[in-house]
């Protein structure tokens, strides 16, 4: 998938959150979107991936050359967030049947491979209200990043994770780079490897701020 943006930009009233985007993000890529609590890593992650409308600009998506209606967008992504609701009356077992009734698994995974890689086979028919924190985590994570799907949008990954927890993420990222187009949102070097390609919304925000002050005086 190539998601193509020109000129993007989103506000809420009169206060532009981020403005002046144009790039291309590409198949097979790695992307950081960085920047302080409140400078708009996931309104940037919800227009990306289609839930909020831009304020200017355009966005296009596109899957080997031939273009993606918005309508039909989410059907090819996968989406995890700190925010993001389960279903709190089902089992785990029966949260990942659910998910995987919208969403293919990932070649030769079942739902109890999946349970396992999650690391969670102990709470197999244990209630997602009676997860701690960092189990739900764990579980919006691998639904997102075992489905097979060709975008990945993380919001926060490690947010609620122990230290084991947050490794195995890591591991699992590992696994799938370079295989999908996958969005992270986050304030954590950790949450990315080094050498990913990053956005960050402060500098974006600095650098518009900058060009508009100079047309204004012309």
């Known amino acids: 998938m190539t998601i193509a943006v020109s000129n993007l930009g989103k506000r809420f009233n009169r206060e532009w959150i981020f403005n002046g985007l144009t790039t291309e993000f590409k198949s097979g890529n790695t992307y950081a979107i960085t920047g302080p609590n409140g400078s708009g890593k996931s309104t940037l992650m919800q227009v990306l991936w289609g839930q909020l409308p831009a304020s200017e600009g355009t966005i296009s998506y596109s899957m080997n050359n031939l273009e993606i209606l918005p309508d039909e967008v989410f059907q090819h992504l996968t989406v995890a967030t700190p925010y993001m609701d389960l279903v709190e009356e089902f089992t785990l077992k029966e949260q990942v049947e659910f998910h995987f009734k919208f969403k ?26 009676q997860f701690s924190s960092g189990m739900k985590q764990r579980l919006k994570l691998g639904l997102a990043m075992f489905s097979e799907t060709v975008a990945l949008f993380l919001d926060e990954p490690t947010t609620n994770l122990d230290s084991p927890s947050a490794y195995w993420y890591m591991e699992n990222l590992m696994e799938i780079m370079g295989k999908k187009l996958i969005f992270i949102a986050t304030n954590q070097l950790s949450d ?19 060009i508009r002050q100079v047309t204004n005086t012309h």
């Open 104 to 129: 293919r698994p990932g070649a030769g995974l079942t739902p109890s491979v999946i349970i396992s890689k999650m690391q969670l086979v102990d709470a197999t028919d244990k209630y997602i209200h």
């Open 192 to 210: 990315y490897p080094a050498n990913t390609p990053t956005i960050n919304l402060a500098d974006l925000k600095r650098a518009n701020t900058a």
